[in-house]
């Protein structure tokens, strides 16, 4: 006689407890990243219509609009990647928010995905009470940083192309920086060192205001498309600059130095990740789509180590399947979505965390959520699955988990299981009787142990 027992057992698991990074490439959180708006977030338009509002995705409700016609950007589908954008193209259009209470006053990062043959013009302005021109981005031919005075960059964006572009000033030290496309093409320092921008004022895309959304200068008004427009209140690092530059990229299908993600040709949308420049330049945790969160990498230890992540698109809202599933999908049912990782150096083991609020309700007679890490991307064999545990609210975490480069993750629901199959051999059965046990445990800190013994 011969029953084999197949058993699932788990191990507990410990909350991290750090802050979600939410914000764009899983840098920042509603209390750091202020705006955030993307074009293909946009609904209810058709190719051509005026874009009068232009929601803010940041959890601030920094909402942008236009009231008038006449000057409000239009909504154009498919320009870049496939995806839609806003377009400037009437004289001295703008969209802007006023009253802007929580503008940023001593640190600032403004990053967008812009194309424009435009000079001289006001990308993006910013004024208050203390000054028309409080924080001021203008010449795409030149980009110029005005703080009363200015500081021109010797970079040049206005070639027609699509580039991203990132902007960063700190009273602390007057630090100034400006980025194109994944590259730190300018410093300085001592740039109105000491002193702020006062809040409450207003920000406007596309247009060069010379008074609190007034005087708008038609000679300085933008023309171009912008598909993303980002305002954090600090002054980003180095590695976060880099990390956010990869999320856009893969995004909008962008090329640019340092990258670090490999896979957007399969996994392109909500990119996030960590990573370290230098010793003073890392970023730690970073969650994508609002639903998996990486931290607590074990090596982090080294320059230019990263491990960024991103999706293919399926959905992770309406239904569990049992399509490349384990065992047939017989106890274990995923979720359709699968996540991959790019891991530039080695960053050691990590932490997982799932936010399941968005899920649909588990199968019946799943009772826990786990997580599958394959390194083909067929979770139906192969792949090693990890009960998570509940650590606050509806976040599930898992800890010490050891991955490669290019592994595939997706989530999944267990239902824990036992099965017998017995057999009897000839003769005397009693005294040939034999029991083997498989015991499959799946540890957070190892991808499998299986434990075999016969009685």
Request: hydrophobic share 35%.
């Amino acid at each position: 006689m011969i029953k084999r027992v197949v058993l699932f057992l788990f191990l507990s698991l410990i909350c991290s407890g750090l802050f979600s990074q939410t914000g764009p490439g899983g840098v920042g959180s509603s209390s750091s990243n202020v705006v955030w708006l993307r074009s293909d977030e946009i609904t209810g338009l058709t190719d051509g219509a005026d874009v009068l509002t232009w929601n803010d995705g940041s959890g601030n409700s920094n909402t942008f609009s236009q009231p008038s016609s006449t000057f409000s950007p239009v909504y154009r589908t498919g320009v870049i990647n496939g995806l839609p954008v806003v377009r400037f193209n009437k004289s001295n259009g703008r969209i802007r928010h006023t009253g802007f209470t929580d503008f940023p006053t001593s640190a600032i990062t403004v990053i967008y995905v812009n194309s424009t043959t435009d000079s001289g013009d006001g990308s993006i302005s910013y004024a208050s009470t203390s000054s028309n021109n409080d924080f001021l981005i203008f010449r795409s031919e030149n980009l110029n940083i005005y703080r009363d005075p200015n500081r021109a960059s010797g970079v040049s964006v206005n070639d027609g192309l699509f580039h991203i572009v990132n902007a960063a000033w700190q009273s602390t030290g007057g630090n100034l920086e400006v980025w194109k496309d994944g590259s730190r093409d300018y410093t300085s320092s001592g740039f109105q060192s000491g002193t702020s921008i006062t809040a409450g004022g207003s920000m406007a895309i596309a247009g060069e205001q010379d008074a609190i959304d007034g005087n708008y200068d038609v000679n300085q008004a933008h023309f171009g498309d912008f598909s993303e427009v980002i305002v954090f209140n600090t002054f980003l690092n180095q590695a976060e600059h880099i990390i956010v530059s990869n999320y856009l990229a893969a995004k909008y299908g962008l090329t640019i130095t340092n990258d670090r993600y490999t896979h957007q040709s399969t996994h392109a949308n909500d990119v996030a990740g960590i990573g370290r420049e230098t010793v003073s330049d890392t970023h730690t945790s970073a969650m994508s789509a609002g639903i998996l969160r990486i931290e607590n990498a074990s090596a982090l230890d080294a320059d230019q180590e990263y491990l960024l992540f991103g999706h293919e698109g399926s959905d992770a809202s309406t239904a569990w399947t049992t399509t490349e599933a384990p065992n047939a999908g017989s106890n274990v049912q995923r979720l359709a979505r699968e996540w991959r990782l790019d891991e530039t150096g080695e960053v050691g083991t990590v932490d997982f965390v799932v936010e399941t609020s968005g899920f649909p309700a588990l199968p019946v007679g799943h009772t826990t959520y786990a997580l599958m890490v394959d390194s083909d991307g067929d979770f139906s064999s192969g792949a090693s699955v990890y009960e998570m545990t509940l650590s606050a609210g509806t976040e599930y975490n898992l800890t010490g988990v050891a991955i490669a480069d290019g592994d595939y993750v997706a989530i999944a629901a267990v239902n824990p299981t036992i099965e017998h199959t017995l057999s009897a051999s000839s003769g005397d059965e009693a005294s040939n009787a034999s029991i083997e046990v498989s015991l499959n445990f799946i540890p957070s800190s190892s991808r499998s142990v299986d434990i075999t013994s016969a009685i």
